[in-house]
């Protein structure tokens, strides 16, 4: 089992920036992949950005290229969602996301998730 904590969300000027940090605790995150994924009020969950936690790699989705990067910091078994340059349509609730293997894109290809952070975008 993989237990997972976000952190960092809040209300935020249009053109703003955030970090979203999510803290993971229980089993080994060796070869695992790690993802963000929003969820904004009637929509479903849209994949944002993952990474892989042996080494590194990491994807983003083209909605949020150039303003969005993801990291990791292994010595804090943490994740990292850098949001720079933040629109009114990047309002959601961002949920951290694990699963064994390679990155994935769909929702459903995850095996863990944490409680969510909400993020508000004001224009």
């Known amino acids: 089992q993989v237990q997972l904590v976000e952190s960092g969300g809040g209300l935020v000027q249009a053109g703003g920036s955030l970090r979203l940090s999510c803290a993971a605790s229980g089993r080994t995150l060796n070869n695992h992949a790690m993802a963000w994924f929003q969820q904004a009020p009637g929509n479903e969950r849209q994949f944002v950005a993952a990474i892989t936690w042996n080494a590194g790699d990491s994807y983003v989705a083209q909605s949020v290229l150039g303003r969005f990067t993801i990291s990791r910091d292994k010595t804090k078994n943490t994740v990292y969602l850098q949001m720079n340059s933040l629109k009114f349509e990047d309002t959601a609730v961002y949920y951290c996301?694990?699963?064994?293997?390679?990155?994935?894109?769909?929702?459903?290809?995850?095996?863990?998730w944490g409680q969510g952070t909400q993020v508000t975008v004001s224009s």
């Open positions: 996301a694990a699963r064994g293997g390679d990155i994935r894109y769909s929702r459903i290809e995850y095996d863990y």
